[in-house]
């Protein structure tokens, strides 16, 4: 196979144009500041697409996050519910405010939090106000099971909603299942301002917290007064103006991942293999990232340390370490799937939970027909694949063969 001769990404920006336009209005008024028509609009139209009543636009999902769990009222010490396997963006804030994540195992109907898992968690904890859950790459997660535990119990909710952007559950758009939720605007999510974030809700004086927070928290006063801790997190009107270029063109650009998801999962026919997946009856993600799942019965073995990965090739099986030096040798990206934070070093002794009750990170081996819990399992078996909007359909089927002779 000879490699491609531009790379292709797991998922990179996409500009348009208006991006430039509004960024240069910013320069030419010299709007160039946390301040300016650009923020203004742009929380606008998130508001308008989301259906969220208001959005403070930030540097990033996380520094969104983060101030999704100071409202949330967590102190130190306190023990959150939190996504186990997701980018560690979805926790670390919990940690800044010395709250403790304890993790909560996945399912396999949509790759996030389980609900039986958490109804688990509650009966060990009952004391615990606050749970972030994760929708992994762009699937919403099973709303109705988790609010309805979460109201069961009066947990405060926190959706992080930075991958999923235009996803919808029965119709409503996720950033709106939680109390306070969080979007991204990272360079390599479904659209991109380079950076930036936004917290979304629709209580009004948890949005003017926010927006005072995130600018320094200065008192109205006429010098420089402050009773409370600020932050330096509001977003720039330059950013601002790559987002607004963007808005107009999340439908476009959910299409297209849609049609690669699509095409991959037709391309795969035969495989024994799986697409990341969803309910169709009452949910459309925004097919962010594309991912397979190989079959028990079709992985040779694979073991990972903490920072290397081998694998012992077998006639018909494969891993995912294996297709991803295969894709990577014709100079394409794929990735692992998130590594679930009850197996990274810095969260290995957190409490995990899975719906058997109190799960343990035992081993990173991967052990055919389970022994392990969900998120190892499908840490172990699954993989993203190269899913940028701009990789054309010959070069997903060059993608799709080199996959396919992994199973030779
Ligand atoms: C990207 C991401 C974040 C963080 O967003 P930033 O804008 O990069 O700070 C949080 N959670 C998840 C699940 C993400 O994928």
Not at 47 to 67: E, F, I, M, P
Not at 205 to 233: F, I, L
Not at 248 to 262: C, G, N, R, S
Request: proline share 5%; hydrophobic share 35%; aromatic share 10%.
């Amino acid at each position: 196979m000879k490699p491609f001769e531009k790379k292709i990404y797991l998922s990179s920006p996409t500009m348009h144009g208006e991006e430039l336009e509004y960024i240069k209005k910013a320069y030419d008024t010299n709007w160039m500041s946390t301040v300016g028509e650009n923020i203004n609009e742009t929380e606008r139209l998130i508001c308008d697409k989301v259906g969220c009543k208001y959005a403070v636009a930030l540097a990033s999902g996380t520094s969104a996050l983060h101030l999704a769990v100071k409202l949330a009222g967590v102190k130190p010490g306190d023990r959150v519910f939190c996504s186990d396997m997701t980018f560690a963006a979805t926790l670390n804030p919990v940690v800044y405010e010395g709250g403790i994540p304890v993790f909560i195992d996945g399912e396999y109907e949509t790759w996030n939090m389980d609900p039986l898992a958490l109804e688990k968690a509650f009966e060990m904890f009952p004391e615990v106000k606050v749970v972030v859950f994760a929708n992994l790459y762009g699937t919403p997660a099973k709303m109705d099971e988790i609010i309805a535990i979460c109201n069961k119990y009066g947990a405060t909710i926190i959706e992080d909603a930075a991958e999923s952007l235009g996803a919808t559950y029965k119709g409503v758009q996720t950033g709106t299942f939680g109390k306070y939720n969080a979007i991204s605007f990272n360079g390599n999510k479904i659209i991109t301002g380079s950076s930036g974030g936004m917290l979304l809700t629709d209580d009004l004086d948890a949005a003017n917290k926010a927006r005072k927070w995130s600018t320094q928290s200065r008192e109205n006063a006429p010098w420089y007064q402050h009773e409370e801790v600020g932050y330096n997190y509001r977003m720039s009107n330059v950013i601002a103006g790559v987002v607004r270029g963007q808005i107009p063109h999340l439908e476009e650009h959910i299409a297209q991942k849609k049609a690669i998801y699509m095409r991959y999962k037709e391309g795969f026919k035969g495989l024994p293999v799986s697409m990341n997946p969803y309910d169709e009856s009452i949910m459309e993600p925004n097919f962010w990232l594309s991912c397979l799942i190989i079959d028990d019965e079709a992985m040779c073995k694979q073991v990972r340390s903490d920072n290397e990965a081998c694998y012992i090739k077998e006639k018909g099986k494969t891993c995912p370490t294996e297709i991803l030096e295969k894709i990577a040798e014709c100079n394409a990206e794929g990735r692992p799937i998130w590594k679930p934070m009850h197996m990274q070093p810095m969260y290995r002794m957190h409490d995990f939970v899975t719906k058997n009750g109190n799960g343990r990170a035992n081993t990173n081996a991967y052990i055919a027909g389970g022994g392990i819990d969900i998120n190892a399992d499908i840490f172990a078996r699954g993989l993203c694949l190269p899913s940028d909007n701009k990789m054309t359909p010959e070069e997903q089927d060059i993608i799709i063969e080199v996959i396919r002779s992994c199973f030779e």
